[in-house]
């Protein structure tokens, strides 16, 4: 099997460092790609620290892959060398499920194999993901990317992107509607350029008052600072669906009460747990409180097209592999606008 450099942690409290790690040789529905940009997303901090308690070290982060093919199997028909391709969060599914077969390959009955900390089906080991030189996966969850566009700055959609795109799809979002995002970090600045394109009403809901003209920037019509009493009560029984992207500890109530009649309250940042739903603030209003993983392969590459078409790509930092130990203590901070993008060339 071939080797190539990577970034690993060696366990929860060792800095990312330089590790080597075998790749498989391409299978015949197999396409191989050399890495040239890899976002980095806080779910990589998460597993690097185990901070969720099911890292499986070492761990090779990384799911915001894209680079150029350099091989294919003999029987891949969906790439050839030379294009540009990415990898986003899965790299296998069983395919059989009804979810699957649906393409919400995410929700996989027997479980998604992640493009890294998880265990391949074939048993014949855990995932490795894009902190590395180069990468090798099944036609079926490798990407099309548009080379037009930075690819730098596409890379973060793979994850951020597809994050935020999903439950709007899904709950229909569209003009007419009044839609608030919670957060202005890596997910909250593209659901806010992904809904304005949706033709939305969009107001950035944030403590920070020093984040009101990036919103507007970013295509906010409003921004509503949640620590000014007036201005939070300005938005009461206001928004149809409101985008949850926060991580810390907030009080989903609060944000409920935001929504008017049958609006919907999406949750995609893992927060510790919150206080208790308090179920008046369900039921009077017949509001919901749903939650959203990514999105299957079809949707990914529709919302790569999509971005691609309406000239959407993420506000991106680049930063050399060895400064990903630095990179993570600034993200804990809040220290980006908004994404860091490892250039791979440096490794």
């Known amino acids: 099997m071939p080797s190539t450099k990577s970034y690993a942690a060696q366990s929860a409290t060792s800095p990312l460092a330089a590790w080597t790690i075998e ?29 969720w308690g099911m890292s499986m070290y070492p761990v090779v982060p990384g799911h915001e892959i894209v680079g150029k093919v350099t ?12 294009d540009i391709a990415g990898i986003g969060c899965l790299v296998d599914s069983c395919r059989e499920c009804d979810n699957c077969k649906e393409g919400l390959e995410q929700y996989c009955a027997e479980g998604a194999v992640f493009s890294y900390n998880g265990m391949e089906r074939d048993g014949s080991g855990v995932t490795y993901g894009g902190y590395s030189k180069n990468i090798v996966c099944h036609e079926d969850f490798v990407l099309h990317i548009d080379a037009s566009q930075p690819l ?4 973060p959609l793979l994850c951020a992107g597809i994050t935020t795109y999903s439950p709007l799809r899904h709950w229909k979002v569209g003009p007419g509607q009044k839609v608030g995002i ?4 890596g997910l909250g600045h593209m659901a806010v350029k992904l809904a304005v394109s949706m033709g939305a009403e969009v107001t950035m809901l944030s403590h920070t008052a020093s984040k009101a003209a990036d919103a507007k920037r970013l295509g906010a019509h409003k921004f509503v600072l949640t620590t000014d009493e007036a201005q939070a009560k300005s938005v009461s029984n ?11 500890a907030h009080d989903y109530n609060f944000y409920l009460g935001m929504l008017r009649t049958s609006g919907t309250m999406v949750c995609v940042g893992v927060p510790p747990p919150a206080p208790p739903i308090a179920a008046f603030n369900l039921i009077f209003q017949r509001r919901s409180l749903a ?19 309406h000239q959407i790509v993420s506000d991106v930092e680049v930063i050399a592999m060895r400064d990903i130990n630095e990179a993570y203590e600034r993200m804990l901070k809040g220290d980006v606008r908004y994404r860091f993008v490892i250039d791979m060339a440096t490794l």
């Open 291 to 309: 939650g959203s993983l990514i999105g299957g392969l079809p949707e990914t590459q529709e919302m790569l097209d999509y971005c691609a078409k």
């Open 182 to 185: 919670l957060g202005l970090g």
């Open 71 to 82: 091989a294919v199997g003999a029987h891949v028909k969906k790439f050839k060398v030379g």
């Open 23 to 51: 790749r498989r040789s391409p299978k015949p529905h197999d396409v191989q790609i050399d890495i040239l940009y890899c976002g980095v997303c806080h779910s990589d901090l998460h597993f690097a620290r185990n901070d």
């Open 238 to 248: 206001y928004f149809d669906f409101i985008l949850d992207t926060v991580s810390a």
């Open 152 to 155: 730098e700055a596409v890379a």
